[in-house]
């Protein structure tokens, strides 16, 4: 059993950067998809990025396009988040998941999941 435990959030001003890193244990990500989910107060967990298991295709939900890079290292089993321009409407839980097979951006899809870490945005 995969797990996934992810770092790096934290309070930021608007227009910072933050970076988050999900770690996993009990297995290797390598033959995973991975992605990254946020889920503000009181909203539906969303989609932010996906990456393939060999890192050769993204995917970006819109509000987070040309901001976000998302980035993997199979030999350290890490998964990044990079976000640029930060803007308070990006304050939420953000939480890393595994897929095991084929590609996909909905929670649903999505086969573990770490505990999330807080990102908080000031204006």
């Known amino acids: 059993q995969v797990q996934l435990v992810e770092s790096g959030g934290g309070l930021v001003q608007a227009g910072g950067s933050l970076r988050l890193s999900c770690a996993a244990s009990?297995?290797?990500?390598?033959?995973?998809?991975m992605g990254w989910f946020r889920q503000a107060p009181g909203k539906d967990r969303d989609f932010v990025a996906a990456i393939s298991w060999g890192g050769g295709r993204t995917s970006y939900a819109d509000p987070v396009k040309g901001r976000f890079t998302i980035s993997r290292d199979n030999a350290k089993n890490t998964v990044y988040l990079q976000m640029n321009s930060l803007k308070p409407e990006d304050t939420a839980v953000y939480s890393c998941?595994?897929?095991?097979?084929?590609?996909?951006?909905?929670?649903?899809?999505?086969?573990?999941w770490g505990q999330g870490t807080q990102v908080t945005v000031s204006s």
């Open positions: 998941a595994a897929k095991r097979k084929g590609w996909a951006t909905a929670p649903y899809d999505y086969d573990y």
């Open positions: 009990g297995g290797t990500l390598s033959t995973y998809a």
